[in-house]
Every structure is written in C-alpha cells, then in structure tokens.
C-alpha cells in the first residue's frame, strides 16, 4: 500500500506521521518543493486560538478536530520529545477596549486548561483603556522546531520524502495508491479551488527573553514569546500575495506591540517575515475520486487551514487519516 502526502508544511508533516501510525503495513511517502523554513508554517508563532473563522462542513466536525488537535499537542508537550518538538505551554492575556465578544473564544474556553474573565487589575495590567479581558493557558508550537523534528520521526519510522514540483496531482497516478493533498495555498492553482483565499500576514522576531507572558489586543496586535524569540504582529491583508516584508507594516506592528508592553522598545531584530495564511470557509478535509487518462486516483484533500493551521493540523490529520482508511478499504468499489 502508498501512500503520498503532498506538502512538506505543519499539515503535511502531521498528516504523515498520523498515516504511520495508522497504517502500519503502508509506505508513505511525503512529496514537496518546500521545506522548514520555505514554508508558510515556519512563519507562524504557533499560538493554540482558532477563531470562528477556522469552520470544518459542521460545528461539530469542528470542535472534534479543535480537541483532537489540542489532545495531540498536549501530550507531546509531555513527553521527552516537547523542547525539540518545539512545544509548550503559556499563559496570557487577550484584552479589548471595543467589544466584549472579541475576548471570549468559544471554540477552545472548554478545552484548554484555564480560560477565565481579566479581574479589574489585570485589565490595567498594559497601558491602554482596556473594558474587557480573558486570562487563558494553551500550547504554543514553534515550527522552526517541530518541522525538523517531525521530518526525522517520519524518517526514523521507514518513511522517505521526496523533493518534487507537481504541476498537477494526476502526474501521481499510477504511482500511489493513494494521495493527500496538503499543499496549503497552492492548492488553488492545483485543485482550480476558488474558495481557497491568501490572507497575508508579517511578523518581527525580537530577542527579548524578558517576556514570558503573551498578549493579544485590539486591531491584530499580539505578542507571543517562543524558543526562539518573541513574535510582534501583526496584520491579515485578505486576497493580497504580497510576500515582501512591508516596512510600513514593521513600524505599525511595532508601534501597537510597544504601546501594550513598553518594555519591547529597542529589543533586537531576530528576523522579520511574510506567510501567506491559506484561509478556506470551510477547511477541505474531504475525499475527491479525480479522473485520469488512466482511471480514478484517489485524493483525501486536507488544506485551507487560514491563520491556525499550526495549532489545528492534527486534528484534520485525524480525520484525513480516516478518509485514507475507508478509500483503501473501499478499494475494489473503485
Ligand atoms: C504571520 C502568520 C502568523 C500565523 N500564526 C499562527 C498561529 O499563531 N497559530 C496557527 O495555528 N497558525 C498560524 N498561522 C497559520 C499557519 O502558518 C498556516 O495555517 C499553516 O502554516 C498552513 O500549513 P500547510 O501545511 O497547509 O501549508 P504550508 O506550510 O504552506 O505547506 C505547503 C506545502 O505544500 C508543498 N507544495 C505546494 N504546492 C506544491 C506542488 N505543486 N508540488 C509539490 N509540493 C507542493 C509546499 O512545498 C509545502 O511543503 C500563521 C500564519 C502567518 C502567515
């Protein structure tokens, strides 16, 4: 049995691992063009916080794969692998002056250890007239890790990885017997999906080990300390494929993140950079039976995670892996 998992990102890399775990008797294989650091996942900060925007085809579908993943991370976390797996724990605070709604998340205030109303100090806590807060604990995942370490686990457990371009799905008829495709954005161009929408994002990397504690505020302003370094953002410009860093969007970053913890001004620049977040309403987890010149090819699709697929991509691996399960056992129908 072979299987190939398109894409080398946080979505791919899961998805290979859970396939190995699954299918003991199968050969996959995970195929890119990109790796690690040429990746949309290595931009991110990694922050467990899915927001309504992040929708599977039901709200129950949803939630299963928002607490699968959580599960996933969490017992990482605990084990020996955690610090080169990239993955934590951390506390922090989300506030806002406008709308109360914005600080509640109803998606994950169950499933994360502690997710609690700001008390009347805490809100005073950064400067600003902030009316309303949460205080909440979840996972962070820092992919600059956790990509290199997933590679050599799927490595180590007899997988191989292949560095490939495909102009198209079909060139892998024949060759597998099946293939998911988590190729993030570029699933638009592969799949001709016109749901499939960029929604751009930059981030500044700072040294400053000080801050253990991350803050969200109003108008994409976070800052979210990490193994590396601390990520300031940020900014979401839909539909744009900008992957230049903007020094206009460096400065506003910076004047927000400064403005709610004055104790960032003069940190050192780690790095700045650009992603491209693959937003989808809804995320595609589905099996598509793709006609070739030389009969169906079966395809578990598994992309459009938008800004939380570091966090999220265990959980639609899950059920991508399923989706694997039921096409191989359905074979003889097809
Ligand atoms: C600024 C920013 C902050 C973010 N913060 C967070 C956060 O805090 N929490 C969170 O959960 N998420 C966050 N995200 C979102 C997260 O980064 C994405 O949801 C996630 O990286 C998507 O992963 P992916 O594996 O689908 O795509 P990618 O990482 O883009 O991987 C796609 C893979 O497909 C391969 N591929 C594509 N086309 C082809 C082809 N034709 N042939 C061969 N291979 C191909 C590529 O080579 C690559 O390996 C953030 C994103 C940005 C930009």
Redesign the pocket.
Known sequence: MKVCV????????TTALELQRELRNANVTV?????EQ?????????????SSSFSGPTEEITRKWISDAYSYWDELRKTEHSARAGVCQLSGYIFSSRDPAIVRNYYIEKVVPLYRAATEQELGLCPGEWKYGSFFTTI??E?RRFQPWAADRFLENGGQIVT????SLRELQGRYDVVVN??????K??CNDQKLVP?????IKVRAPWVKTFFYADFDT?I?PGFEGV?L???RNYDSYNTDVSPHDSSAIRERCEALLPSLRGSQVIRE??????HRDPVRVELELLPTANGNLRVVH????????????PGTAKYATQLVKDALKSNSKL
């Open positions: 398109v894409g080398a990102g946080v979505v791919g890399l195929l890119a063009d990109r790796f040429d990746t949309c996942s290595d931009v991110a900060a990694g922050l467990f916080r899915p962070l995942t992919c490939e371009s495909l102009e988590c190729t993030g954005l570029a699933a161009r592969l929604i751009r994002g930059q981030i976070y979210i990520s953002g940020g900014c950079s650009v992603g491209l977040r693959p598994n992309y459009g995670h938008g800004g939380y697929g570091v966090t999220t991509a």
